[in-house]
Every structure is written in structure tokens, then in C-alpha cells.
């Protein structure tokens, strides 16, 4: 700001406490059947910025996330309002093509789930049904682009014809990672990512999800506290479909504003 004020030219500080929003929940409440799973959650979620929703089984943390690219659609008594703002556009309007919108906000599931066909096929089938490539080569480029940023080119480079179902499970939820980012989306859902993998996989991952930041909008869902503070800026605590709390992951963890969040992540809750 010194710089600024002696040369006179205004300046933007762009400070690691801000970040433009890219997804905002506004009052968003969700409904299976009877029961409603959500209540009213205002939550925006920043750009290039890791978010963890975190909180006890049963709290609505998968509900949300899904909310995100409309996921809870193919749950036929699932019913959602409030609105969903991706930048200024809300996914919830009529003329949203749904299958565009998860091109734009990707998903990883708990349990890796590759399609039954080879690496390649698995990391070029959303590029081929988006139309996002342009001959055989460029579909290539794409492919292994993808894989290099999901961290597994050099271990699959010399088997992209084999099966996707016959890597490790680490490897296979990179595959999934590399899947969702072949079409190039501009927010990354992550439900439980690491769940179904062993520490040393897990730590693979969280690598990734930091570098991942650069280029994409995360949110992950975390029943690891020690996970949602190793890889998130932003950290929001559910309770019983409530949104209790929401910050900078730091003062979550070590400045809690909330009892119920302070009992959470004591342990008195869970
Ligand atoms: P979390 O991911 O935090 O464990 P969920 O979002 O899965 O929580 O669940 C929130 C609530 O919604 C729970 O009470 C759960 O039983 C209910 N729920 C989740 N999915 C469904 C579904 N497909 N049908 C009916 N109820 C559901
Ligand atoms: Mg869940």
C-alpha cells in the first residue's frame, strides 16, 4: 500500500484472507420425503480455496455437497430450495442442462469407482460426451494431461490400455480424479475421498488435493478433523442438518466461536 500511495497507482491488495466466491448456498434446505436433512445453510464457498464440511455421521454434509451439482436429483423423493449460485448463475433454474453442470462442478465418490474399461477410456469418456475434443490426438493430450495432474502418468504411462479395476485403490481414486478433471470443471466435489484408503494412499491424495487448488474450487467432505485441517483453507461444521459454524480452518480448530463446534472437535461429539 506504501507503493501504491508514493507512486500514486491504485492497487488491489489480494491478501491469503480473500478469495472471490465461486458457490453460494443461500438458505438452502433439503428434504427426503417428510424429513428434512438441511435447514437454511448460507454458506459461500471461496475460489481456489479448499473447503471441508465436517461434523458427525447423519449431519448432512453428503446432502449438501450434492446439492452443489445437483446430485440429489437422481433421488426421486429428494426435494431442495433455497438457491445454489454458481458465480451469478443459479443451478437450480429451469434452463440449467444438468449434464453440463456436472462437466462445470465435478465429483469424487467415497469409494473409487472406475468404469469397467480400460485407464484411457476412463479419463476420455467425459471429453468424448462433452465434445470437448478434436481428433485422436487432442483427445490424447487431454488424457494424459489429466493424468499428469492427478499424479498418476508415470505409473500407468505403459498400461493405458489395461483395465482402470486393476490399479491399487490410491490409484484408482486418482483415476477418478483424473476422470472428473478430463472436462476441465471449475469446481471439484469430494465426498470422503480418502475413506476407503490405506494412510499411505491417503497422504498421496491430500498432496494433490493442495495442488489441485491452484486450477480448481474444492470442497470435501471429511470425517477426519486431522484431514479437514491438513488440507483445507476453509473449514464449515454441520450439526443435525444445521450449518453451526463456518471460517478460516485455523480458528475453527484452535478458536472455535461455537460450543457445539468446540465439543465437536474436543470429541465430546461425534
Ligand atoms: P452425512 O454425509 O453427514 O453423514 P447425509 O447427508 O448422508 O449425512 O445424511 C443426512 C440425513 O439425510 C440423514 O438423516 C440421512 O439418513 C438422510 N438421508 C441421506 N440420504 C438419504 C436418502 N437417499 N434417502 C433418505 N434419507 C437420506
Ligand atoms: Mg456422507
Given at each position: 500500500m506504501e507503493a501504491a500511495a508514493t507512486t500514486g497507482v491504485a492497487s488491489v491488495v489480494l491478501t491469503s484472507d480473500t478469495a472471490p466466491t465461486k458457490v453460494h448456498g443461500k438458505d438452502v434446505s433439503v428434504f427426503y420425503g417428510e424429513k428434512?436433512?438441511?435447514?437454511?445453510v448460507n454458506l459461500e464457498i471461496e475460489a481456489n480455496r479448499v473447503t471441508s464440511l465436517i461434523g458427525?455421521?447423519?449431519?448432512g454434509k453428503s446432502t449438501f455437497l450434492r446439492c452443489l451439482n445437483r446430485?440429489?436429483?437422481?433421488?426421486?423423493?429428494c426435494r431442495v430450495t433455497g438457491d445454489i449460485l454458481l458465480d451469478e448463475t443459479n443451478?437450480?433454474?429451469?434452463?440449467?442442462d444438468v449434464v453440463e453442470l456436472r462437466a462445470r462442478v465435478g465429483m469424487v465418490f467415497q469409494k473409487p469407482n472406475p468404469f469397467p474399461k480400460s485407464i484411457y477410456e476412463n479419463v476420455a469418456y467425459g471429453p468424448k460426451i462433452h465434445g470437448m475434443s478434436h481428433g485422436k490426438s487432442d483427445l490424447d493430450e487431454i488424457v494424459h494431461s489429466s493424468l499428469r495432474r492427478a499424479g498418476l502418468w508415470n505409473e500407468v504411462k505403459d498400461r493405458?490400455?489395461?483395465?482402470?479395476?486393476?490399479?491399487?485403490g490410491g490409484q484408482q481414486q486418482r483415476l477418478c480424479i483424473a476422470r472428473a478433471i478430463a472436462t476441465k470443471p471449475e469446481v471439484l466435489l469430494m465426498d470422503?475421498?480418502?475413506?476407503?484408503?490405506d494412510p499411505i494412499a491417503t497422504a498421496v491424495i491430500e498432496e494433490l488435493i493442495d495442488e489441485l487448488r491452484e486450477n480448481f474450487t474444492i470442497v470435501i467432505v471429511t470425517h477426519s478433523m486431522q484431514q479437514a485441517a491438513r488440507v483445507s483453507q476453509k473449514t464449515a461444521f454441520f450439526h443435525l442438518g444445521k450449518l453451526i459454524e463456518e471460517g478460516k480452518t485455523e480458528d475453527i480448530f484452535t478458536?472455535?466461536?461455537?460450543k457445539q463446534t468446540q465439543d465437536y472437535i474436543t470429541g465430546r461429539i461425534g
Amino acid at each position: 500500500m506504501e507503493a501504491a500511495a508514493t507512486t500514486g497507482v491504485a492497487s488491489v491488495v489480494l491478501t491469503s484472507d480473500t478469495a472471490p466466491t465461486k458457490v453460494h448456498g443461500k438458505d438452502v434446505s433439503v428434504f427426503y420425503g417428510e424429513k428434512q436433512a438441511l435447514f437454511d445453510v448460507n454458506l459461500e464457498i471461496e475460489a481456489n480455496r479448499v473447503t471441508s464440511l465436517i461434523g458427525p455421521s447423519g449431519c448432512g454434509k453428503s446432502t449438501f455437497l450434492r446439492c452443489l451439482n445437483r446430485m440429489n436429483d437422481t433421488i426421486s423423493i429428494c426435494r431442495v430450495t433455497g438457491d445454489i449460485l454458481l458465480d451469478e448463475t443459479n443451478i437450480y433454474d429451469r434452463e440449467i442442462d444438468v449434464v453440463e453442470l456436472r462437466a462445470r462442478v465435478g465429483m469424487v465418490f467415497q469409494k473409487p469407482n472406475p468404469f469397467p474399461k480400460s485407464i484411457y477410456e476412463n479419463v476420455a469418456y467425459g471429453p468424448k460426451i462433452h465434445g470437448m475434443s478434436h481428433g485422436k490426438s487432442d483427445l490424447d493430450e487431454i488424457v494424459h494431461s489429466s493424468l499428469r495432474r492427478a499424479g498418476l502418468w508415470n505409473e500407468v504411462k505403459d498400461r493405458l490400455n489395461e483395465p482402470g479395476t486393476g490399479l491399487s485403490g490410491g490409484q484408482q481414486q486418482r483415476l477418478c480424479i483424473a476422470r472428473a478433471i478430463a472436462t476441465k470443471p471449475e469446481v471439484l466435489l469430494m465426498d470422503e475421498p480418502c475413506s476407503a484408503l490405506d494412510p499411505i494412499a491417503t497422504a498421496v491424495i491430500e498432496e494433490l488435493i493442495d495442488e489441485l487448488r491452484e486450477n480448481f474450487t474444492i470442497v470435501i467432505v471429511t470425517h477426519s478433523m486431522q484431514q479437514a485441517a491438513r488440507v483445507s483453507q476453509k473449514t464449515a461444521f454441520f450439526h443435525l442438518g444445521k450449518l453451526i459454524e463456518e471460517g478460516k480452518t485455523e480458528d475453527i480448530f484452535t478458536n472455535p466461536k461455537n460450543k457445539q463446534t468446540q465439543d465437536y472437535i474436543t470429541g465430546r461429539i461425534g
